[in-house]
């Protein structure tokens, strides 16, 4: 997550089986800085086309969307467009990822980010909170970032899915205990479906991930997508309804 430079605390660096992997979400940010205007696309597949009708899904996170590492053809946004297509489930998932995020970056960039949308999204995934807490920023932040992300997107009438993230055990029992639950509560305050923890189906296999042992390579990604097409479908589903 590449927005600024991060200095990993020693704590990270001795964590847990959990919090070993989650250490490698900060290692994108000594790359250089992302440019602040965010994809507005993914490439399409060969194997499973996008129909000109198809309602756009946007996928506003980090550099767990963004893809870091990975052709544009390999990000999460990509990978779960074709899924989608392939299983006759029409939909253009736009790559709104930016790595190194935080969840206040989010937050300011996110009007811009709606404003310059071709089309409106029908659904929105969010997918944040990583870099806040590598950065052992405050979860009362966090969850106040998120709140506003949220509420924006609900001020526009633009249904949300929310991916989660969880607290490295290593940062003491107080700040789990703060940081974890932020995305179910938030999830039950806006009614939106939701995946516990994003990185749950690659956590711990090196196979499935990058040198950094923490972003998902190709197969990572594609594990994480079979995992979560079907949520997604089904949120597109409901925010497609008639209200």
Known sequence: MRRSSIALAP???????LALPLAGLAGCSQKAPAPEVVATGTAATTTAPVPADAPVILAFGDSLYAGYQLPPTDSYPAKLEAAL??????????????????????RQRLAFTLDNQPVKPTLALVGLGGNDMLRGLPPAETRA?????????????????????????????????????IWPS?????????????????????KLLLE??????????????AATKDEVAKALKAAEAPK
């Not at 297509?85 to 989010?106: E, L, P, Y």
């Not at 992300?149 to 029992?173: C, H, S, Y």
């Not at 999830?187 to 296999?205: E, I, M, W």
């Open 11 to 17: 704590v990270l660096v001795l964590a847990l089986p």
């Open 85 to 106: 297509n392939a299983g006759g489930v029409k939909a253009r998932v736009v790559n709104a990822g930016v790595s190194g995020d935080t969840t206040a970056a989010a």
């Open 145 to 181: 970032n998120l709140d506003a992300i949220l509420g924006e997107f609900q001020k526009r009438k633009i249904p949300v899915m929310l991916t989660g993230m969880l607290a490295a055990p290593n940062l003491g029992a107080d700040y789990v205990k703060a940081f974890n639950p």
């Open 186 to 206: 938030l999830a039950k305050k806006y009614d939106a479906p939701l995946v516990p923890f994003f990185l749950a189906p690659v956590l711990g296999q090196d």
């Open 212 to 225: 950094d042992h923490v972003h998902p390579n190709t197969q990572g990604v594609e594990r994480i997508v």
